[in-house]
């Protein structure tokens, strides 16, 4: 519980969800970031603009409807905070900021993992890119996980196999 050991719940994280149908229509940023702390490198990563904050110390609100799904916020977030999410029929992909060394890649499977690093589920890797950061120092890398749908809400890692 994000109170008790500061890992958001589903009712925490309820709050700053898309629609179903917005999901459906492509990738989507979703944050997970609840600390008031001074931060906005999501903001100014934003070509669109779907990133806002009241003020520099507040949590990042995202504007669905603008939202690109591009993963500028999620490669520049240096608390790892902020996801790209969309469901498909019958699967959903979740792209995922990476900083290890070991990058997987396209075609690898990987364990899915939820919050607390314990197994969810099996995912494939889709893609793997590299975007470049406003910050030059940005060792990001976006992995875009394939997961049953029934997960999205539940993976927000992975361990290799």
């Known amino acids: 519980m994000l109170d008790v050991d500061g890992v958001p719940t589903l009712e925490d994280i309820g709050k700053n969800m898309p629609r179903r149908e917005r999901l459906e229509q492509g990738f989507v940023a979703v944050h997970e970031c609840f600390q008031d702390i001074p931060c906005n490198p999501c903001v100014e990563a934003c070509p669109v603009g779907a990133v806002s904050m ?12 603008k939202c690109t799904g591009c993963g500028n916020c999620v490669a520049s977030c240096p ?6 999410l969309s469901l498909k029929a019958n699967h959903a992909q979740i792209t995922i900021p990476y900083e290890m060394p070991d990058v997987p890649q396209k075609g690898d499977k990987v364990q899915g993992l939820d919050r607390y690093g314990q197994f969810v589920c099996d995912a494939d890797v889709i893609r793997v890119v590299r975007l470049p950061s406003l ?4 060792k990001t890398t976006l992995i875009t996980l394939e997961i049953p749908a029934s997960e999205l809400m539940t993976v927000r890692s992975f361990r290799r196999r």
């Open 135 to 138: 910050d030059k120092s940005s």
């Open 79 to 84: 608390g790892l905070a902020i996801f790209l």
């Open 54 to 65: 009241k003020t520099l110390t507040s949590t990042p609100v995202i504007d669905f409807d």
